[in-house]
DNA sequence: ATACTATATCGCAAATATACGATTATATAA
DNA sequence: TTATATAATCGTATATTTGCGATATAGTAT
């Protein structure tokens, strides 16, 4: 852009925006889904279930780690991932706080 | 992108992340919240508030229709806006049902 | 008809995101 | 030590997003 505004808004709202955005690729929900199906954390399976390059799953990885929606662990020579659901939960209720209050589901609009 | 593999992921994680986009700019999060506070529907008091101009809100909120967050009507030379709870109540559930089902809160894990 | 108001759209510039191959770093195996 | 395997990082090309001013469009008022 030609410049960056989100410095302007708010914490909660930079919060809100920055949680929404790990999620808004198909490859990082498919990530997400499949480290949150295994048993137990997985490392480069998620690989060879994209369709995708190392490389390109590796930055996703990165990014849901930045936005701390992943724990990661080094094992030997694997890395290995599994869901921070506290950063989920933290979401849902950031969520719901910041929208349904004031949500009668107005009848009164368009 | 190189390219784009969208089209590679299935109709939900694509439906998610659709969503998740939306919401993923802290000035759209901001448009939602005004739109969702207030009793009536509301138009370019929105420019008023926020940090933006007039075209980059008008921008933002064509997004937020493209993604079915908002519903638009025109009053007058007026453009009036409401959340459409219908697709939040639609995400909710699926994203639910994508990452909660096989979550115990893996105490395995990392 | 003319002026005014509100909003959408267009065209452009700059910033970010996506994707990949090549390389690097580290751990394990031979 | 050397080879192998796994995953992170770097460099780069391309696509998309963000933002604004200018313009277009359409309703309202004079």
Known sequence: MAQNK??????????????????SHPARVA????????ETCICGEIVEVLPLAQSTV????KELLKAELINGEVDGTKSCYCINWKT???FEK???????K????????C
Not at 31 to 38: N, S, T
Not at 58 to 61: D, E, R, T
């Open 31 to 38: 990530i997400l889904k499949q480290i949150a199906d295994r």
């Open 102 to 109: 004031a949500n009668s589901h107005n009848p009164k609009c």
């Open 58 to 61: 590796s930055q996703h990885l």
């Open 6 to 23: 989100k410095g302007e808004f708010s914490k909660k709202e930079n919060e809100l925006a920055d949680f929404a955005n790990a999620i």
């Open 88 to 90: 989920f939960e933290k």
């Open 94 to 100: 950031t969520f719901n706080e910041f929208f349904k």
